[in-house]
């Protein structure tokens, strides 16, 4: 996979490219990236690429005809032929899982970081396939929430992470949220290991972290488990959960 960004600060990706799995991933050749700064293609010595909105208003926009100059060199410079254009916006869909893995299984990214207000509406209109959110809030500018991206599509690249398992076991991977997860001391704080993990039981762990899994999901984020095609086995353990929780109120 390639993946561009174009942006104003490409410093900035230093901190994806150059630590953790990311960083070991890239040097092992199983990703490559570059940046395109569009002040490469601005039409004054300065180097200005943004401009005053037309109707009036705060802020600044970011000119089209820098960006699209900028978008065109990263399509002369793909992987492969599986290429999307993302625009990082608040106003974009939402960035799940599902998302994630279907940028997963493409040859080549482009990442537009929008900076100031926005950018020209013309280059979302004609020229980005995909706005994409990573929450109800606004930053200063597309950098975080695209290297927030990139984290999220290379775990799922095979060989990037020690264990594929990693990637598959995560919260949202199978629809639920993760279960809890112990590791030494035996012992912390008064709080114990709980002893199934110690069993040795593999049929048991396995109920065990299905029924934390759902019963997170059902506390923290109910509408996951409304999207949900239950099986027999889950719907048994949400009941067995249900149950517990009006013994526990009763």
């Known amino acids: 996979m390639k993946i561009q ?3 104003l600060f490409p410093e900035m990706f230093e901190s994806i490219t150059q630590y953790g799995v990311t960083s070991r991933a890239l040097k092992q050749g199983l990703w490559q990236f570059d940046s395109i700064n569009p002040r490469r293609f601005a039409d004054n010595k300065l180097g200005y690429i943004d401009d005053r909105p037309f109707g009036g208003g705060p802020g600044m926009i970011m000119m089209a005809p820098p960006l699209q100059a900028a978008i065109d060199a ?3 410079n793909l992987a492969g032929n599986q290429t999307v254009v993302i625009y990082l916006s608040p106003q974009g869909m939402p960035l799940t899982h599902q998302k994630v893995a279907e940028f997963a299984q493409m040859s080549d990214l482009i990442l537009l970081c929008g900076r100031y207000e926005g950018v020209d509406e013309r280059i979302l209109s004609t020229s980005v396939d995909q706005e994409i959110s990573i929450g ?3 930053v200063s500018g597309g950098e975080l929430p695209a290297m927030m991206l990139m984290d999220a599509v290379l775990r799922l690249i095979p060989g990037v992470l020690g264990d594929s398992q990693s990637a598959e076991q995560d919260s949202f991977a199978d629809g639920l949220l993760d279960c809890p997860h112990y590791t030494r001391p035996l012992e912390f704080r008064g709080m114990a290991i709980p002893e199934v993990l110690r ?3 593999h049929g048991l ?3 065990w ?3 934390q899994s759902l019963q997170r999901t059902l506390l ?3 509408d996951l488990l409304e999207k949900r095609n239950l099986i027999p086995e889950e719907i048994r353990l949400l009941q067995e959960i249900e149950e517990e929780q009006r013994t526990i109120q009763s």
Do not use: C, M, Q, Y
């Open 5 to 7: 960004a174009i942006t």
């Open 74 to 76: 990263a399509k002369e």
């Open 136 to 138: 109800d809030f606004v």
């Open 199 to 201: 069993s040795g039981n």
């Open 205 to 207: 762990i396995a109920k």
């Open 209 to 211: 972290r299905l029924k």
């Open 220 to 222: 923290r984020r109910p």
